[in-house]
């Protein structure tokens, strides 16, 4: 009885420490103040290679359509604007440094943007042109799509999916054959990139993405202008996918604009590049 008792109060002991190890804030809280514990018990590797197998699949059916653009005036715009908010992200965390960091843009009517973990990002040619977005505007899109992946809020709704037993065998899955490696990745994903985020995380990105939007010297208003016509666009009609997994609405932008002051001092110091 004694045995099993310590046996126990080991095995407890033990257990609250993985939990304990599992807490964790993935990054500096910023001028906007994101300062959160999160759970976290699925590798930071094994996401990053999950999503890595997920964004490789989604490139090359892009590709084999003839909608993959890695060149152009539009990507080489994209590209330009995602160097000068990736400069900024060492305020919120160091190792973005050794992050792999990706874009593609897709020549596809869908309104919607993505940034995978590790810094896979994703844009669509239909959320540029159907909305006629500004340099400002795109920033502030893909600010806040980064800001998901510095969080890594893909990673913390995976892990708690799995305390939950909602996904299992994803490692196994993905260590087999490459199909079964592409099927654990597209289930992953689901949890990474398309269910919905809680309206905590999306809090966060919005906070963390503005703060690099203006960090890197694009307008912070452009936050709410973006999403004035996002809401505009979609009067009347159901959610493009890229809103299916953003709520908005007016008290979004009311956060939005409780942060200004926050970041204002921020935009104003920074270097400026003439934007369209």
């Known amino acids: 009885m004694q045995l099993t008792a310590v046996c126990f109060k080991v095995l407890t002991t033990l257990a609250l420490t993985s939990l304990l190890l599992a807490c964790a804030n993935t990054t ?3 001028a906007v103040g994101v300062n959160r514990s999160q759970f976290l018990v699925v590798s930071a590797s094994e996401v990053d290679r999950l999503s890595a197998v997920s964004y490789n699949e ?4 892009a590709k084999e359509k003839n909608i993959l653009l890695t060149s152009g005036p ?6 330009a604007i995602s160097n000068r908010l990736i400069s900024q992200t060492g305020v919120f965390r160091d190792d973005t440094r050794q992050w792999n960091w990706q874009l593609v843009l897709i020549n596809a009517p869908i309104l919607n943007a993505t940034c995978a973990p590790g810094g896979k990002i994703t844009f669509y040619s239909g959320l540029i042109e159907q909305l006629n977005l500004t340099d400002d ?3 502030a899109i893909m600010g806040h799509e980064i800001a998901h992946a510095l969080r890594e809020h893909g990673r913390e709704r995976l892990s708690q999916a799995m305390a939950q037993s909602a996904v299992t065998n994803i490692a196994m899955a993905a260590a ?3 199909g079964s490696a592409i099927s654990a990745a597209n289930q992953a994903a689901q949890y990474i990139l398309v269910l919905p985020n809680s309206r905590q995380n999306e809090s966060e990105a919005d906070a963390i993405g503005l703060e690099l939007a203006a960090r890197a ?3 912070p208003q452009a936050a709410i202008s973006v999403w004035q016509k996002m809401n505009k666009a979609t009067q009347g009609k159901g959610p493009p996918e890229f809103l299916s997994t953003h709520p908005s609405g007016e008290t979004r932008i009311e956060q939005l604009s409780e942060l200004m002051p926050a ?3 921020l935009y104003l110091s920074a270097p400026k590049v003439t934007s369209k």
Request: charged share 35%; aromatic share 12%.
């Open 137 to 139: 505007e795109i920033a």
């Open 263 to 265: 970041v204002e001092p």
């Open 74 to 79: 539009e990507y080489d715009r994209l590209k």
């Open 58 to 61: 989604q490139n090359q059916k």
């Open 176 to 178: 087999g054959a490459y």
């Open 217 to 219: 010297g694009f307008k």
């Open 28 to 30: 500096r809280s910023g």
